[in-house]
């Protein structure tokens, strides 16, 4: 008993990762949590992040002292064959120095290297803002591609119907043979459909795997949630441009980027100060050091049109950083606007199918099958309103659809993810 007991815990084990491969993909939460994991793009921001981070002690560092060792006279005016020990020479001379940038040039460095770690740091967060919407996105399109197929074999399911109520009242004589051949026609054009629909899932698939950074063959469950949409309220424009303007990854990048400018534009015009470099020396003569020498060299900044130049050189790219942020602010915005009146639209629309367009349709079939089974209608417009309904149910999956889709880019613009 016991050995069966252990059998089933070892057996319950080596199952466990495949039934984890198995419900992956049916929760999108699951599959953010995976992609953060194991994404490769993802990982790749993230340590040069940490690089930019690092930088920013070394950029406000001084740099390493110099030791300088002169040996001189080394034969002694003659005296003796040259030598290399410090000890028999004429003297030796041990200088040490070190540079001294000018007051604030260090800071302005460090500063730099702050604002472009932040902007490396948001670059990493606009990453996976990216990498999660398009999992999402993807994890949409399968579910409505799933329900898409789950329709189309129900409509194949109501032709075949229809053709054993066509073959019924043909071998009565109350049909024509036309009738059976046109819904056989009709159930081989629904077969082709249904199988571009499974060769896109497939496609789909392959994607999603991807982005999540596994093999492209590897099976993942079918998509069983959605992120819930937001109210009316929740979609007005001018709350959503605030947050835009607050939250978005690539403005504020480009506003760390100005900042990095700014600073940089600083950094060139202290470039007029010169830099100092302090030094003292030792001098042994023999075994004792006997002198002491102090040292102050300064480098004189006559070069002016090279630093007039690299001072334009910071002012323009400073304009240009600004540009660049005022353009993707602008950019943006129309973006936020654009998506958010095309989701107004497709709720417009979904609404207008639901609650009007699909009753009516659906009405309108089931008075034709009566007509039809009578006697009273042709089967062409039993045909017809059968793919009026059918038509009418797709139309509405594509609403909804095209509103998450438009609602995940809206989020993906104002840089939330989950």
Request: hydrophobic share 40%.
């Amino acid at each position: 008993m016991r050995l069966l007991r252990h059998l089933l815990t070892a057996a319950m084990v080596l199952l466990l990762p495949a039934a984890h491969a198995a419900e992956l993909g049916s929760q999108l939460q699951g599959l953010l949590d995976h992609a953060r994991q194991h994404s490769a793009d993802y990982a790749a921001m993230r340590y040069e992040s940490a690089a930019a981070e690092a930088r920013i002690a070394a950029a406000g560092a001084l740099p390493d002292p110099k030791l300088q060792v002169e040996l001189r006279d080394l034969t002694r005016m003659g005296e003796q064959s040259a030598t290399l020990d410090p000890s028999r020479v004429g003297s030796t001379r041990y200088l040490l120095m070190q540079d001294l940038p000018w007051y604030g040039k260090r800071g302005l460095r460090s500063d730099i290297a702050g604002s472009e770690a932040r902007a490396a740091s948001l670059q990493q967060r606009g990453s996976w803002v990216d990498l999660s919407a398009a999992i999402r996105q993807t994890h949409i399109q399968r579910y409505f591609l799933a329900r898409n197929l789950q329709l189309s074999r129900e409509v194949l399911d109501t032709l075949r119907r229809l053709e054993q109520i066509a073959q019924t009242r043909y071998a009565s004589g109350l049909a024509m043979q036309q009738d059976v051949l046109r819904s056989q026609l009709e159930q081989t054009a629904m077969r082709n459909d249904i199988v571009m629909l499974e060769g896109e899932a497939l496609t789909l698939q392959t994607r999603l795997n991807a982005l999540l950074g596994r093999s492209p063959d590897e099976a993942l469950a079918d998509a069983q949630d959605l992120p819930a949409l937001p109210t009316p309220a929740g979609r007005q424009f001018a709350d959503l441009a605030r947050r835009l303007a607050d939250s978005n990854p690539q403005i504020q990048t480009e506003a760390a980027r100005v900042q990095a400018a700014e600073q940089r534009r600083a950094l060139a015009y202290r470039e007029r100060y010169p830099d100092f470099t302090l030094g003292v020396a030792p001098i042994q003569t023999r075994n004792a050091i006997r002198e002491w020498e102090l040292m102050l060299q300064m480098n004189i900044p006559l070069q002016q049109g090279a630093r007039r130049g690299q001072e334009r050189e910071a002012t323009a790219m400073q304009a240009a950083a600004q540009s660049r942020q005022e353009a993707a602010a602008q950019r943006l915005g129309g973006e936020l606007a654009a998506s958010l009146t095309a989701m107004e639209v497709s709720a417009r629309i979904e609404r207008e199918l639901g609650s009007s367009l699909l009753p009516q349709a659906e009405l309108s079939y089931r008075s034709a099958l009566a007509a039809y089974e009578n006697g009273k209608l042709d089967f062409a417009t039993l045909l017809e309103a059968q793919r009026q309904i059918s038509q009418t149910r797709i139309g509405l999956l594509k609403a909804q659809a095209d509103q998450q889709m438009r609602w995940t880019e809206i989020t993906r613009m104002l840089g939330e993810a989950p």
